[in-house]
């Protein structure tokens, strides 16, 4: 059965011998894709791609599989479940072959190719994209601990001031989220509290207080910082908003929690060819490039450590778990960041 007709296919039967033979090659894509993030993830946006579509391949023949053994396909809806999907296909394939199911809904048929094809779909467009989980409030008030950006792939060239960008940790290769303030050749430097852009301070301007419970946040539980006083969780977290905007007219929302704090008046520092300056809007709350890597800092961030501009929020998780709908934030869904 040719590749691509059997991505979609809900139709007919696959023996136990050929179901096999597509889940080990899953098995082996899933392996590879492990693998190349840890060794090599600058080639991880084309081998998640590819084992994507083999696992919408896998879904499609672990249909036809419960066919062949007699019952409905709509068992492999089970599959969507981690860990007890894996499970779930060791048994499917080995089920005995008996009196094939036979299910003339051809409505189900449709909507469940429909829904094969939308997945295959989104695999292939991770070529061009990568997800983001944000998982501390060093980019408050931009992004929320639990935000599910989407990153779109793009070259250093293409980087702009003000762009927030997903790059590696130049020490641990971790993905972060901050915002680029210098390219090669800028001198920074930070005084009194506002940011100096090659000798010229950028202007801001006042904008009122972001107020937010005061309790654990994401799946590391970490607690928020306070520019006001909080007696225990559950009170009110209040921290300082100033608009900030660039020489080029971007401007985004940064937030203040500590005057005159250390990184207040810190630099110059002048920006090497090849690397970035990068800051969090959280300012006081952000071990970015004002801080040596030995510091625990980013100090300067190769441009060959980017991933990409993150482009907007496709979700919000307030909870510890990504999954858990019910924690979702309503006002933070297909947000534009751009």
């Known amino acids: 059965m040719p590749f691509l007709t059997a991505l979609f296919d809900l139709h007919g039967t696959a023996t136990r011998k050929q179901a096999l033979r597509v889940f080990l090659v899953m098995l082996a894509a899933l392996a590879a894709t492990v693998l190349v993030e840890r060794v090599a993830p600058d080639y991880g946006r084309f081998v998640v791609p590819l084992a994507g579509l083999v696992q919408v391949w896998w879904a499609a023949t672990a249909v036809r599989r419960l066919h062949d053994a007699g019952h409905s396909g ?8 981690p860990v007890l999907g894996l499970v779930a296909s060791v048994v499917i394939l080995a089920l005995r072959a008996e009196r094939p199911f036979n299910d003339g809904n051809a409505g189900l048929q449709l909507a469940g190719a429909l829904c094969l094809v939308i997945l295959a779909f989104l695999s292939f467009s991770r070529f061009f994209w990568a997800p983001y989980w944000v998982p501390s409030e060093a980019m408050k008030p931009t992004l929320a601990v639990g935000d599910y950006l989407v990153v779109r792939h793009l070259k250093p060239e293409a980087l702009q001031r003000g762009d927030v960008i997903v790059f590696r940790h130049p020490v641990t290769g971790q993905e972060q989220v901050h ?4 390219l090669p050749g800028d001198v920074i430097a930070v005084q009194r509290g506002l940011l100096v852009l090659n000798g010229a301070t950028v202007p801001q301007e006042e904008a009122g207080l972001l107020r937010e419970p005061y309790g654990p946040e994401g ?23 100033w608009i900030e905007t660039l020489p080029e ?3 985004y929302q940064i937030a203040n929690i500590e005057d005159g704090a250390f ?20 300012r006081d709350n952000s071990a970015d490039s004002r801080f040596a890597q030995g510091a625990g800092g980013l100090g300067f961030v190769p441009q060959e450590n980017l991933i ?9 998780s307030a909870g510890t778990s990504l999954w858990a709908v019910w924690d979702w934030r309503a006002d933070r869904v297909l947000r534009s960041l751009e």
């Not at 915002?179 to 210098?182: C, E, F, K, P, V």
């Not at 990184?263 to 959280?282: E, H, S, Y």
Request: contains cysteine; glycine residues 18%; proline residues 6%.
């Open 249 to 251: 007219g971007a401007g």
């Open 219 to 241: 799946p590391l539980g970490s607690l928020p910082r306070c520019f006001n006083v909080v007696v225990g969780v559950g009170g009110i977290c209040e921290k300082q908003l």
């Open 308 to 316: 990409g501009r993150a482009t907007g929020i496709l979700f919000s």
């Open 179 to 182: 915002r680029l303030i210098g």
């Open 74 to 81: 709509l068992w492999a809806l089970v599959l969507i479940v």
């Open 263 to 282: 990184a207040d008046d810190i630099g110059p520092f002048t920006v090497p060819d090849g690397q970035m300056f990068l800051m969090g809007d959280n």
